[in-house]
């Protein structure tokens, strides 16, 4: 799923190409995508693309006020949903096409591989029906300690998922959270209320640290193109999707836990003190035999 560096990818080419200029047609070519019926699509077409933000993963086009106040369009890729920029009305895929949005210099084709169509799209009037897609979470990036503080224990959760709950932090998700907390040296499975105040300014600091990078990492190799390589796996990453990889800090056998059809991935050496998290699938297979120390790994 595109997380908050990859939104802000997004935006920043988008911004380049649309801002000030009215979106001429919005094409659906898929049911399953508009979660709203009113208003209607046409009302969004001949309007003025007045701003472009981000409301934790999800991309708000701000369209020119209406005399009942602005219209919104909120899209949210969801796990598989992508964006790119094409000629001025390049057809949908037929595949995988969802949606174009047509401008002058140009036209922005959604598209989401695979066959659980889960990406939405919703057209909304004014900024208290926008409201009602915020979660609630602060932003990662610009919270001071204090706040984040306030976020990070405001329930006794594991750090994964204190990271990931888009009520209390927005933007962040499976592959940043295990890049987070593998620079933090912190467990995934360490609940938010143990941690100490050393151990919550280190994560506050590798949370910023990490984000901020991979912001400045994805806009640079974007330059003046659109985003066309939006992933959950990259090669530069130090944890996430990286199981049965060397650690690049200590060379340690990076390992995973996997749940339903997601996996934390961390170092046992710098994360959690040299011991192997249970797995749930392996560890319930191999029961007195799983390893639960690096040497036994190794052996």
Same mark, same amino acid.
């Given at each position: 799923?595109?997380?908050?560096?990859?939104?802000? $990818?997004?935006?920043?080419?988008?911004?380049?190409?649309?801002?000030?200029?009215?979106?001429?047609?919005?094409?659906?070519?898929?049911?399953?995508?508009?979660?709203?019926?009113?208003? %209607?699509?046409?009302?969004?077409?001949?309007?003025?693309?007045?701003?472009?933000?981000?409301? =934790?993963?999800?991309?708000?086009? +701000?369209?020119?006020?209406?005399?009942?106040?602005?219209?919104?369009?909120?899209?949210?890729?969801?796990?598989? =949903?992508?964006?790119?920029?094409?000629?001025?009305?390049? %057809?949908?895929?037929?595949?995988?096409?969802?949606?174009?949005? $047509?401008?002058?210099?140009?036209?922005?084709?959604?598209? +989401?591989?695979?066959?659980?169509?889960?990406?939405?799209?919703?057209?909304?009037?004014?900024?208290?029906?926008?409201?009602?897609?915020?979660?609630?979470?602060?932003?990662?990036?610009?919270?001071?300690?204090?706040?984040?503080?306030?976020?990070?224990?405001?329930?006794?959760?594991?750090?994964?998922?204190?990271?990931?709950?888009?009520?209390?932090?927005?933007?962040?998700?499976?592959?940043?959270?295990?890049?987070?907390?593998?620079?933090?040296?912190?467990? %995934?499975?360490?609940?938010?209320?143990?941690? $100490?105040?050393? +151990?919550?300014?280190?994560?506050?600091?590798?949370?910023?640290?990490?984000?901020?990078?991979?912001?400045?990492?994805?806009?640079?190799?974007?330059?003046? =193109?659109?985003?066309?390589?939006?992933?959950?796996?990259?090669?530069?990453?130090?944890?996430?999707?990286?199981? =049965?990889?060397?650690?690049?800090?200590?060379?340690?056998?990076?390992?995973?836990?996997?749940?339903?059809?997601? !996996?934390?991935?961390?170092? %046992?050496?710098?994360?959690?003190?040299?011991?192997?998290?249970?797995?749930?699938?392996?560890?319930?297979?191999?029961?007195?035999?799983?390893?639960?120390?690096? !040497?036994?790994?190794?052996?």
């Amino acid at each position: 799923m595109p997380e908050l560096p990859d939104i802000e $990818d997004y935006l920043h080419a988008l911004r380049v190409r649309v801002q000030h200029e009215p979106l001429k047609r919005l094409r659906l070519t898929s049911f399953s995508l508009l979660r709203t019926v009113d208003p %209607p699509v046409s009302a969004v077409e001949g309007r003025v693309v007045t701003g472009l933000r981000r409301l =934790g993963k999800r991309i708000v086009f +701000e369209l020119g006020d209406a005399p009942d106040g602005p219209l919104f369009v909120v899209l949210h890729l969801m796990i598989a =949903g992508r964006l790119h920029w094409r000629e001025a009305g390049a %057809p949908v895929p037929r595949r995988y096409g969802l949606a174009a949005f $047509d401008f002058e210099s140009g036209t922005l084709v959604l598209t +989401e591989a695979g066959t659980k169509k889960r990406a939405s799209l919703h057209l909304e009037r004014g900024e208290e029906a926008l409201a009602a897609h915020d979660r609630g979470g602060i932003d990662p990036l610009t919270a001071d300690l204090a706040a984040f503080t306030a976020a990070v224990t405001a329930e006794n959760r594991t750090l994964k998922r204190a990271l990931t709950d888009q009520r209390h932090l927005s933007g962040i998700g499976n592959a940043f959270s295990d890049e987070i907390l593998h620079a933090a040296g912190l467990s %995934p499975v360490k609940r938010s209320k143990q941690l $100490d105040a050393e +151990e919550v300014e280190r994560l506050h600091r590798a949370t910023q640290q990490v984000l901020a990078d991979w912001v400045h990492r994805l806009r640079e190799a974007t330059g003046d =193109g659109f985003p066309d390589q939006v992933t959950a796996f990259r090669d530069e990453f130090a944890a996430h999707g990286r199981y =049965g990889e060397p650690c690049p800090v200590c060379g340690t056998t990076i390992q995973r836990i996997r749940y339903a059809s997601n !996996e934390t991935n961390y170092c %046992p050496r710098c994360q959690t003190g040299g011991r192997v998290l249970a797995d749930r699938s392996l560890s319930r297979l191999l029961r007195d035999d799983w390893p639960t120390t690096i !040497e036994e790994l190794e052996e």
